[in-house]
């Protein structure tokens, strides 16, 4: 499974972005898929995740500003950030998780500046 991120950029506090990641392979549907961040200086955190039932769950820092969906037949995940914040700052990474065999994927950051 290749995984490809896309939609990061320099936004101000308050404003929203939403990333994309598009999957290649035809087992999308069977992985648990999530977003990621790293700031800098800081561990690899899990953002949101959302099951093959579209079950999902947040970090306590996003909830009720980010809002995680996949899209099964185009292959894609999103991300919908609003209310950013400075703290959002960071790369943020997509990841699949085969439920079959457990192995995970990860796609190439994208960077999310926010700041005025």
């Known amino acids: 499974v290749q995984l490809q991120a896309s939609g990061g950029g320099l936004v101000q506090p308050g404003g929203s972005l939403r990333l994309s990641c598009v999957a290649s392979?035809?087992?999308?549907?069977?992985?648990?898929m999530g977003w990621y961040r790293q700031a800098p200086g800081k561990e690899r955190e899990l953002v949101a995740q959302?099951?093959?039932?579209?079950?999902?769950n947040y970090a306590d820092s996003v909830k009720g500003r980010f809002t995680i969906s996949r899209d099964n037949a185009l292959l894609t995940l999103y991300l919908q950030m609003n209310s950013l914040k400075p703290e959002d700052t960071a790369v943020y990474y997509c990841?699949?998780?085969?439920?079959?065999?457990?192995?995970?994927?990860w796609g190439r950051g994208t960077l999310v500046t926010v700041s005025s």
């Open positions: 990841n699949a998780r085969s439920i079959y065999s457990g192995i995970n994927y």
């Open positions: 392979g035809s087992m999308f549907s069977g992985t648990i």
């Open positions: 959302i099951n093959t039932g579209g079950d999902s």
